[in-house]
T-cell receptor, first 111, second 116 residues
Framework: QKEVEQNSGPLSVPEGAIASLNCTYSDRVSQSFFWYRQYSGKSPELIMSIYSNGDKEDGRFTAQLNKASQYVSLLIRDSQPSDSATYLCAVRSGGYNKLIFGAGTRLAVHP | EPEVTQTPSHQVTQMGQEVILRCVPISNHLYFYWYRQILGQKVEFLVSFYNNEISEKSEIFDDQFSVERPDGSNFTLKIRSTKLEDSAMYFC??????????????FGPGTRLTVT
């Protein structure tokens, strides 16, 4: 059974701080990794995708991938109260396109 | 900015009834998906659809479920005889095709299905 694991949180950070969200996955052949943000009662919104080992930056967001450790993370710099949401890690494995989601980490940014 | 749309936003139905959930994927996308999320649980894959046929389906997607692309824009999920445990948010998603950023899936706003 392919699994994606995330700490459920809540992760509480002060406004302006760096929030660090982590995810591990079980399938070694996983190829594509995604971070989605989900506000309560809303649909997942794609924030970042990463396919190669290393860092990928987009604005205040940095995704980090380490395939050897089967680990992917998301850093949010200068966290804002509007970043308060559940962050979902999703993994695509094999030759198909289906995404396997983690349960999500709830982030709370307090003023 | 193009987006996936879904109708209705909320559907209430009685157990045993048939429901059809509708989606309009992003216009140049070729892969279409249905996912569901039971309240408080993970987002779960149901089915993917490409070139007018199912490319992959999960164990959840049994004979009670079917998908169809009835025309050039709509993509539907039908549940033939709903059960209480089908109550969930159903999300439609689409992606361009294979390769690179084309794997990125964009989700619609969802249909909340309540089975009573």
């Amino acid at each position: 059974q392919k699994e994606v694991e995330q700490n459920s949180g809540p992760l509480s950070v002060p406004e302006g701080a760096i929030a660090s969200l982590n995810c591990t996955y079980s399938d070694r052949v996983s190829q594509s990794f995604f971070w989605y943000r989900q506000y309560s009662g809303k649909s997942p919104e794609l924030i970042m995708s990463i396919y190669s080992n290393g860092d990928k930056e987009d604005g205040r967001f940095t995704a980090q991938l380490n395939k050897a450790s089967q680990y992917v993370s998301l850093l949010i710099r200068d966290s804002q109260p509007s970043d308060s949401a559940t962050y979902l890690c999703a993994v695509r494995s094999g030759g198909y396109n289906k995404l396997i989601f983690g349960a999500g980490t709830r982030l709370a940014v307090h003023p | 900015e193009p987006e996936v749309t879904q109708t209705p936003s909320h559907q209430v139905t009685q157990m045993g009834q048939e429901v059809i959930l509708r989606c309009v994927p992003i216009s140049n996308h070729l892969y279409f998906y249905w996912y569901r999320q039971i309240l408080g649980q993970k987002v779960e894959f149901l089915v993917s659809f490409y070139n007018n046929e199912i490319s992959e389906k999960s164990e959840i997607f049994d004979d009670q479920f079917s998908v169809e692309r009835p025309d050039g824009s709509n993509f539907t999920l039908k549940i033939r005889s709903t059960k209480l445990e089908d109550s969930a948010m159903y999300f439609c998603a689409s992606s361009e095709a294979r390769g690179g950023s084309a794997y990125e899936q964009y989700f619609g706003p969802g249909t909340r299905l309540t089975v009573t």
